[in-house]
T-cell receptor, first 109, second 115 residues
Framework: GQNIDQPTEMTATEGAIVQINCTYQ??????LFWYQQHAGEAPTFLSY??LDGLEEKGRFSSFLSRSKGYSYLLLKELQMKDSASYLC??????????WGAGTKLIIKP | GAVVSQHPSWVICKSGTSVKIECRSL??????MFWYRQFPKQSLMLMAT?????????EQGVEKDKFLINHASLTLSTLTVTSAHPEDSSFYIC???????????FGQGTRLTVV
């Protein structure tokens, strides 16, 4: 079956770095997305990886290893506004998004 | 990124009535639209996928006669929750994708409360 695993909740300190991991098993693979979702709001796009390696975009970076079925989202210089859920989603062979349950990130001062 | 507008942002309705939610792609042609439902503290659950001009494909367990989806144009899809019940109260989110695109863009979501 198709499955996405990511931690349920993580806590980090303002100004620090946090890495949110995601492993996936899908029928075919056409890339992996990371979304940020604040409570009561729709998800907003953070990154898309389809090739192996690290993509850096400001304070956020995303890494993909296709052979390992693994990705992570790296958040640097954490700010209080980064408190949100982070959703990992893989695009399968039918171009359907398979969603993880999301990782709730709590930032403490 | 492209803009997807979802309306209304929130709606309260009486049990037994129907509610229509609109999803519009404002600056691109959305050949495929996705409708999701999200319960509190849970991830997005895909309800159905619709391609313009075709009948929607519903996920297992989603009643197609209760959740009517229309995708009659390349810029508009609607979800109608018929005979709504309190258990239908949820956050409904649409996303739209253009021909040949991999990324789908999300609407703002609709908070439905059935009383």
């Amino acid at each position: 079956g198709q499955n996405i695993d990511q931690p349920t909740e993580m806590t980090a300190t303002e100004g620090a770095i946090v890495q949110i991991n995601c492993t996936y098993q899908t029928s075919g693979f056409n890339g992996l997305f990371w979304y940020q979702q604040h409570a009561g709001e729709a998800p907003t796009f953070l990154s898309y990886n389809v090739l192996d390696g690290l993509e850096e975009k400001g304070r956020f970076s995303s890494f993909l290893s296709r052979s390992k079925g693994y990705s992570y989202l790296l958040l640097k210089e954490l700010q209080m506004k980064d408190s949100a859920s982070y959703l990992c989603a893989a695009l399968d062979s039918n171009y359907q998004l398979i969603w993880g349950a999301g990782t709730k990130l709590i930032i403490k001062p | 990124g492209a803009v997807v507008s979802q309306h209304p942002s929130w709606v309260i309705c009486k049990s037994g009535t129907s509610v229509k939610i609109e999803c519009r792609s404002l600056d691109f042609q959305a050949t495929t639209m996705f409708w999701y439902r999200q319960f509190p503290k849970q991830s997005l659950m895909l309800m159905a996928t619709s391609n313009e001009g075709s009948k929607a494909t519903y996920e297992q367990g989603v009643e197609k006669d209760k959740f009517l989806i229309n995708h009659a144009s390349l810029t508009l899809s609607t979800l109608t929750v018929t005979s709504a019940h309190p258990e239908d109260s949820s956050f409904y989110i649409c996303s739209a994708r253009g021909q040949g695109d991999t990324e789908a863009f999300f609407g703002q979501g609709t908070r439905l409360t059935v009383v």
